[in-house]
């Protein structure tokens, strides 16, 4: 009789690599992941890279102060 434990284990057990449990410089297998993350948070040396540029106000009209208006100004709606 068949039996799909047996074989799901026979199948499982082909594809499985071997682990290697060293400690390398980012990598610590005997911390857990809460403790890995909680150092990933602790360490300031990961910041959000930004590459956008900031918008340039084109530079401001300067008028002379004897070509200011004098009096009452009045605008007219345009018809157009």
Do not use: W
């Not at 990598?27 to 910041?47: A, E, G, W």
């Amino acid at each position: 009789m068949f039996d799909i434990i047996k074989h799901c284990e026979k199948e499982r057990s082909k594809c499985k690599t071997d682990y290697s449990r060293l400690k390398t410089a980012s990598i610590d297998p005997s911390i857990t992941r809460k403790m890995r993350y909680s150092q990933l948070t602790r360490v300031s040396k990961y910041v959000t890279v930004r590459n956008f540029k900031e918008a340039v106000a084109p530079a401001k009209e300067i008028i002379p102060t004897h070509q200011y208006p004098k009096g009452q100004i009045y605008v007219f709606p345009s018809f157009s």
